[in-house]
């Protein structure tokens, strides 16, 4: 089978469609894969910023349908399917033509939904809904998302701005303002949509989320509130104020998760991310375009 691997670390030149053994069929489901996403954790992790066994397959999101159901499992053969796999502990990437997971990791796909949208929801819908899970009591307080325009702060975003008992302040690119401006547009949580970090001031919100890595806003924080950030390498030094409440955001796999999110998608309650689709053999052109910055939207894989 085909899948999208690496052999050494380095540039988007490092990747390449190696020939694999197909999974075994087990007492795990095997999925045929449909589609499976690119996401930023998967360029840090083939430029050697995340280290990772060699070699290796890449991706942590897929959809697509049941080849091998095991007895118990709830699934039937031809079933379609997302799943997410925590590839840096698993050591499972899931840009494989064919890829076995445990069936208490997977999720039905909405009736109507493509496979293709599917695959853009698992890591990023995920993470926001663990983020949030863990935040202290957000009525009545004043809060900060950093990076709304990115995969897990648009999930974020449809979330918080759904909050009328909050008053949340968005901070994106200059050139997301105006559409990110209308998107909260009649949406119930009061705020602003920023776009320049430096007219924050210190001591302005009781929480700030940040999607993107921007750690000089820690100061933006007021005592006793809390930080919290998906970022581990671009993040504050947390001994820099013992009087925040400090949390680097880890994912873990989650099917209760991953239903609820691809549930909100296919209801409209949750970002919808616009796709775009590229064969297993250009994988190192979605990185470049990735690694490049500014791009809107998922980018896909397909074998």
Do not use: C
């Not at 490092?14 to 998967?42: F, Y």
């Not at 494989?96 to 999720?107: I, N, P, Q, T």
Request: avoid cysteine; proline fraction near 7%.
């Amino acid at each position: 089978m085909k899948a999208v691997g690496m052999t050494r670390t380095g540039g988007p030149e490092v990747l390449e469609v190696l020939e694999l053994p197909e999974p075994e069929a087990g007492d795990d489901l095997v999925i045929k894969t449909a589609a499976a996403a690119v996401n930023p954790v998967d360029l840090a992790t083939r430029s050697g910023l995340i280290p990772t066994k060699l070699p290796a397959v890449l991706g942590w999101d897929l959809a697509g349908t049941v080849a091998h159901a095991p007895a118990g499992s709830g699934f039937r053969t031809g079933d379609r399917v997302l799943a997410m796999t925590a590839q840096l502990g698993t050591g499972v990437g899931s840009m494989a033509e064919y890829v076995a997971f445990g069936a208490e990791h997977v999720a039905r796909v909405p009736d109507g939904m493509s496979l293709t949208d599917a695959a853009a929801l698992p890591l990023a819908g995920v993470t926001a809904v663990q983020l949030l899970r863990g935040t202290s009591d957000r009525r009545g307080k004043r809060i900060l998302l950093i990076g709304a325009q990115g995969g897990v702060g648009g999930h974020l975003a449809a979330r918080l701005l759904g909050e009328a008992s909050a008053v949340t302040d968005l901070l994106v690119r200059p050139a997301d303002r105006a559409e990110w401006q209308e998107l909260r547009s009649g949406l119930p949580a009061d705020g602003a949509v920023l776009t320049d970090p430096a007219h924050i001031a210190a001591g302005t919100y009781d929480i700030v989320i940040d999607a993107a890595g921007a750690p000089d806003l820690f100061d933006a924080v007021r005592p006793q509130g809390a930080f919290l950030t998906i970022t581990p390498f671009s993040a504050p030094t947390p001994a820099d104020r013992p009087d925040v409440a400090y949390t680097l955001v880890g994912v873990e796999m989650d099917r209760d998760d991953l239903t609820a999110v691809a549930d909100a998608a296919a209801r409209g309650t949750a970002p919808h991310p616009e796709v775009t689709v590229l064969p297993f053999e250009e994988a190192a052109e979605a990185h470049r375009r990735l690694e490049r910055g500014g791009f809107r939207g998922k980018l896909v894989l397909v074998p």
